[in-house]
């Protein structure tokens, strides 16, 4: 069965602060993976995906295909940064999403 | 382009009620979604449809139905409402013409069964 956790609901931080957000994943084949993020009140939007290999709003996520992780990181966090985010793999038809972290970063 | 849009964007029913949510994109994606999002329990598929006329089955199908009769257009119907559907759904669309299988989303409509 496809499946994606999330190991931790919540992470609370102060601006300026290291952030990773972990994800593991179990799905046959091999997936494309996405992060998500949903800020308060709004819509949920791609944050990055991992074939673009790409850094969005200075966050980066590392895929580790031996531990089947796909860890999403930024070095210094941003009080606009406080959201919640979802780890998504998935194939051509649809996406599994995890259960969500939110994150909150204090000023 | 609208991208995706919902309606209704809030909505309370009785127990037993009926209604259908309406899902239209503009984007002409093949594919289209209904989620549920519920607190601690994430983004839930409902149903999904891979072109028009298509639909099937995802994660939490039941008590609700689904039909694809536009391209641009997936509608949500519930046909009598109980409590445990209250909740925030979302719309999505992607596949074929959008990049690498993303997903797009509408705002989101707020339903509570009382």
């Known amino acids: 069965a496809q499946r994606v956790t999330q190991p931790e609901k919540l992470l609370s931080v102060f601006k300026g602060a290291p952030v990773e957000l972990k994800c593991n994943y179990s799905?046959?084949?091999?997936?494309?993976l996405f992060w998500y993020v949903q800020y308060s009140r709004q819509r949920l939007q791609l944050l990055l995906r991992?074939?673009s290999r790409e850094s969005i709003k200075g966050f980066t996520a590392d895929l580790n295909k031996g531990e089947t992780s796909f860890h999403l990181k930024k070095p210094f966090a941003q009080e606009e940064d406080s959201a919640m985010y979802y780890c998504?793999?998935?194939?051509?038809?649809?996406?599994?999403f995890g259960k969500g972290m939110k994150l909150t970063v204090n000023p | 382009n609208a991208g995706v849009t919902q309606t209704p964007k809030f909505r309370v029913l009785k127990t037993g009620q009926s209604m259908t949510l309406l899902c239209a994109q503009d984007?002409?994606?093949?594919?289209m979604y209904w989620y549920r999002q519920d607190p601690g329990m994430g983004l839930r598929l409902i149903h999904y449809?891979?072109?028009?006329?298509?639909?099937a089955k995802g994660e939490v199908p039941d008590g609700y139905n689904v039909s694809r009769l536009k391209k641009q257009n997936f509608l949500l119907g519930l046909e009598s409402a109980a409590p445990s559907q209250t909740s925030v759904y979302f719309c999505?669309?992607?596949?074929?013409?959008?990049?690498?299988?993303?997903?797009?989303f509408g705002p989101g409509t707020r339903l509570t069964v009382t």
């Open positions: 998504a793999p998935g194939g051509s038809e649809k996406l599994v």
């Open positions: 449809s891979v072109g028009e006329g298509t639909t």
């Open positions: 799905y046959s084949g091999s997936p494309e």
């Open positions: 984007m002409n994606h093949e594919y």
């Open positions: 991992h074939i």
């Open positions: 999505a669309s992607g596949g074929p013409g959008s990049l690498s299988y993303e997903q797009y």
